[in-house]
């Protein structure tokens, strides 16, 4: 008897333990994927693109966040649109750098600002990289979808070729758009419906 209760004790204690592992291991994942080194260049960065205050808190963001409300395979198109766009504009602050010519690094105040915008050159290579390495490990299928969209803006809308084939394609197109939405709708409902019946239960 006596043994069955501490152990009853002791899954307690264990379920604790469990309960908070799982708490702990929560909050390092939020905010703990970017590695230190990656925090530390861009802190180094932003020593060098300074702007005021009241630029610098605008509340307007670069890149709008409303996007990440929907649902995780929404999300991640968007965030490998973002991810490109990152791509770019590193590219560019790449490219506005002063190009380093070594015969004039040979006085004293060249040299300094040479290192410096090296440095940058440098630290903007490993950001650039990073971003690089997270979108081709991570978000293939969304560039293949990307990519796909990207080419329906090159069909010749004007064509009469285009436009007599694209009209035999109409049917199978408005069935599968139209089903595809149904889905949606009906997953919506059973997901409702779910909810009610826990509401219910509890
Ligand atoms: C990045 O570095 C800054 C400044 O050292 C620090 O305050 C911040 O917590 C770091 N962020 C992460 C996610 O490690």
Redesign the pocket.
Known sequence: MSTQRSSIRMAAVMRRVVCIFMWLSVCQVS????P?EL??T??NLMQHYKISNQDFFNQKPVFPREPLKGNAELKMVYMYGVLEEYEKLLGHMLKQLPTPSPQLATSGTRTASLSSSDEIRSNLMKVLSKMQELKRNNYKEQAALLEQLRKLEDIEVGNFKVQSKALSELTWIYEEASSLADDKRRRRRRRRQTRIRLHQQA
């Open positions: 905010g703990a994927f970017i230190n925090n530390r861009l802190q």
